[in-house]
């Protein structure tokens, strides 16, 4: 009867894996879903994909079945697009059709529907078109926001002086200087390096990446649904973004008590008198709880992705010592040492633009966007994509397109430089995503890096405390992020 019972088991088994390939395969193939390897029932396509490298295996999937395909990520299925044409195709030409932010638990159950990053439909609209007045207001792409950021650059300096060239761990220095420069704007106060619970908030933010890009992380995105109810390091990353958003509860709170509506002195103070306008519209997309939400999607949006960039091109550049030099001299030439970079430097400096340029493209520091979908069924080249699947634009394959950059997996910052020395533009450099779900920090990011970096060669050099040859460029987790190896660096007056 025991032998009756595992046969009865097999055969069960043997059937629904029959009965998921024929489903499959009436569903794929021209006119309708994308083509893609065959899914098992519940597990999907986890034996095609590695989860701590999911943009790496979905480029392999995209070189054996083409530009757009079909992966099943669990029981879900999503549909991949591999390559610039593609892409721009979705999330440029046909933006309204591809708008719309993807199937992601993580978010979802973070924000539940709120905020501007994890959010969809017409309250998404409404706040994001708010926040990116408001942040102009406060000066985003103008002048008063580079001013900020050479200030910040000073505490900057002052930190990097303090280590008086002994080896040192960078990545909560340029947390907190990249951070201070968002928070200015959104809680209208910088904070100081050495703040015990600004650090910790550093410390979240920080974790909240290396959590989502970890092994845990990406199966989560994959059976959210089961993970929901297992114990597991999966669930502490909630308690990184409750610690968060206490933190910016706090901050809403002071804000309330000191607000004058005639003078708004931060993006708060005015989501706060976008409330009150509102206060007799039950439907009003502006309430306390996506005040806090989207306050946060700001704080760590305009934190994280930064620093990790800057980090990660420290990196690059100890690596690559000559090409550090090369920047040195260009700033010498241009700039001195006597006043600061700015803005205006950039069109000047076409080698340092080629690096910073350089950098983002190598990094490819979220390989695959934040997923989107459609919302409807959806005709795209000779398939039809369902209401409601969700949609990968690997941006990690546009950027490391050989068509386009010559060796796409070695840092060279000639890949941005005509033959005659002037800067190259290419319509391939994505590192922001592209269409209405661009980034909408990222005129402010560029600033950033442009400056941060220059500002850092201008003052040091910097040194790898091993040989150049022995640092790993690697990420150590490649998920929703590329996260950079742990370094520390000697920062060399000049």
Same mark, same amino acid.
């Given at each position: 009867?025991? $032998?009756l019972?595992a ?5 069960? #088994? ?6 998921? $390939? ?21 597990l999907?396509?986890?034996l095609?994909?590695r ?12 070189e ?8 099943? $990520? ?27 932010r ?22 998404w ?6 926040a990116?007045?408001?942040?102009r ?36 220095m ?7 420069v968002?928070?200015?704007?959104v ?18 933010m ?17 059976f ?8 597991g ?5 909630? @308690? ?9 509860? /706090? ?39 996506? $005040?806090?939400?989207s ?33 040195? /001299?260009? #700033?010498d ?16 400096m ?10 983002q ?19 795209f080249? /000779?398939?039809? #994509? ?7 634009? +690997?941006?990690?394959s ?15 910052? @000639? ?32 600033m ?10 201008q003052n ?5 405390? +091993?040989d150049p ?26």
């Amino acid at each position: 009867m025991e $032998l009756l019972g595992a046969a009865t088991v097999v055969l069960l #088994i043997c059937i629904a894996c029959l009965l998921s $390939l024929a489903s499959w395969k009436g569903k794929s193939g021209k006119g309708k879903m994308p083509p893609g390897p065959t899914p098992l029932p519940i597990l999907g396509n986890l034996l095609h994909v590695r989860p701590n490298n999911l943009a790496k295996t979905l480029e392999k999937l995209g070189e054996e079945y083409g530009p757009v395909f079909t992966v099943h $990520l669990g029981s879900d299925p999503v549909v991949v697009l591999h390559g610039h044409d593609v892409v721009k195709e979705a999330l440029v030409d046909r933006a309204d059709e591809f708008a719309a932010r993807g199937h992601m638990p993580i978010g979802e159950r973070a924000n539940n529907g709120l905020g501007i990053i994890f959010s969809n439909n017409e309250p998404w609209l409404q706040v994001r078109r708010f926040a990116l007045t408001t942040l102009r207001n406060f000066g985003m792409g103008k002048r008063s926001i580079e001013e900020r950021i050479q200030e910040e650059s000073d505490y900057l300096l002052e930190e990097i002086n303090k280590t008086k060239g002994t080896p040192f761990d960078p990545t909560f220095m340029l947390s907190c200087s990249v951070s201070n420069v968002i928070c200015s704007i959104v809680f209208g106060k910088r904070y100081d390096y050495k703040d015990k619970k600004f650090l910790a908030l550093m410390n979240n933010m920080n974790n909240i990446l290396q959590m989502m890009s970890s092994h845990w992380g990406q199966l989560y995105q994959m059976f959210s649904k089961i993970m929901d109810y297992l114990p597991g390091p999966h669930n502490k990353i909630f @308690e990184e973004f409750d610690a968060l958003k206490a933190f910016v509860a /706090e901050e809403v709170k002071l804000h309330q008590a000191s607000l004058d509506p005639n003078s708004p002195q931060d993006f708060i103070d005015c989501f706060l008198s976008k409330m009150q306008e509102e206060k007799d519209r039950p439907d009003s997309s502006f309430h306390l709880k996506n $005040l806090i939400t989207s306050t946060f999607d700001l704080f760590i949006a305009g934190t994280e992705t930064t620093s990790t960039t800057i980090r990660y091109g420290l990196l690059l550049l100890l690596k690559h010592p000559k090409i550090q030099e090369k920047v040195q /001299e260009e #700033i010498d030439q241009v700039i001195g040492r006597s006043r600061k970079p700015c803005v205006a430097d950039r069109t000047q400096m076409p080698y340092t633009d080629a690096v910073v340029h350089e950098i983002q493209r190598f990094i490819s520091l979220i390989p695959l966007a934040l997923p989107h979908t459609v919302t409807k069924d959806t005709s795209f080249r /000779e398939y039809i #994509i369902p209401k409601g699947t969700t949609i990968y634009p +690997v941006l990690s394959s546009v950027l490391h397109d050989s068509k386009e950059f010559a060796n796409p997996y070695e840092f060279n910052p @000639e890949h941005f430089l005509n033959k005659n020395g002037t800067f190259k533009k290419s319509n391939f450099f994505m590192p922001f995503s592209a269409g209405k779900r661009i980034c909408p920090g990222e005129g402010l990011a560029r600033m950033e890096i442009f400056l941060l970096i220059a500002t850092i060669l201008q003052n040091f050099t910097l040194k790898s405390i +091993v040989d150049p040859q022995e640092l790993s460029i690697t990420p150590t987790l490649s998920g929703t992020g590329n996260v950079p190896p742990a370094y520390q660096l000697c920062a060399l007056p000049r």
